[in-house]
């Protein structure tokens, strides 16, 4: 099954989770340019998703804004997704929007948008399962670790995270909520299949080579994942073949 973009493109699920992998959302500094050149630099190094995150803006700026990253993402061939607003989305032609628990709900996404990504914020399991069953695209799980970027944040933990990868299955779990370098590894070890940033990138001294680490270990860890499956396939097969 593919899920159809507003633009045209369709994804497959197994295309949808590689380009949630290593997700950027913005900051709020005031200097939008400034904020564009971080965002094209993180794009360069490999970031495969950025959100529109700024809650202090009036509609006309977000919208020149998210045109611009509109411009950025298709260039380099990765996601734009909206935070909330599915108006800014539209006329922005985003691929997609994120709602957390507070906002617009899921359905009523789907209702005004039609076609593209819905992703969900959830952190606790009865709320990463009402978003699958509401027809999310992906979970945004968090927040893993204490975040300066939102200091309202639910906190759910690795343990928290872990609960939630392990007892809901279907759809992408995005990791987010002071996500580092430092910790990126646990957090995708604890079950993540992708990792949203803010300062780690944002606020980088070099965002490009901040993102091409961070993409390293996301590839890493990913690569363990798939040799850690196959190890347990073969034992099963193996044991199959003993107890015949």
């Known amino acids: 099954m593919t899920l159809s973009l507003p633009h045209g493109d369709a994804l497959t699920p197994e295309e949808l989770t590689q380009k949630l992998a290593v997700y950027i959302v913005t900051d709020e500094r005031p200097d939008t340019q ?55 989305a539209l006329l922005t032609e985003a691929d997609g929007v994120h709602v957390g628990q507070s906002d617009i709900s899921c359905r009523d996404v789907r209702r005004i948008a039609g076609s593209g990504i819905v992703g969900v914020s959830a952190a606790t399991v009865d709320e990463a399962r ?42 992408p779990i995005v990791a987010i909520g002071g996500i580092s370098l430092a910790n990126a590894a646990h957090v995708l070890s604890a079950g993540a299949d992708g990792v949203a940033v803010v300062s780690a990138v944002m606020q980088a001294g070099k965002p490009a080579t901040a993102t091409c680490e961070l993409a390293r270990i ?22 199959d073949r003993q107890n015949q």
Not at 60 to 65: H, K, N
Not at 68 to 78: D, F, K, P, V
Not at 149 to 170: E, P
Not at 218 to 224: A, E, K, L, M, T
Request: proline share 1%; charged share 25%; hydrophobic share 35%.
């Open 34 to 88: 400034s904020l564009l050149c971080v965002v094209e630099q993180a794009l360069k190094g490999g970031a495969t998703a950025v959100q529109l995150r700024r809650k202090r803006d009036d509609g006309r700026r977000l919208v020149e804004l998210g045109r611009e990253l509109r411009r950025l993402t298709h260039r380099y061939e990765a996601l734009y997704i909206v935070n909330d607003r599915v108006d800014i």
């Open 130 to 171: 009402t978003a699958v069953a509401d027809g999310a695209d992906y979970l945004g799980v968090g927040a893993v670790f204490p975040t300066s970027s939102k200091t309202d944040a639910d906190l759910c933990g690795l343990s928290g995270l872990g609960t939630i990868a392990s007892q809901v299955s279907g759809i």
């Open 218 to 239: 996301v590839r890493q860890c990913q690569s363990r994942r798939v040799l850690v499956e196959q190890t347990k396939r073969n034992a099963s097969w193996d044991g």
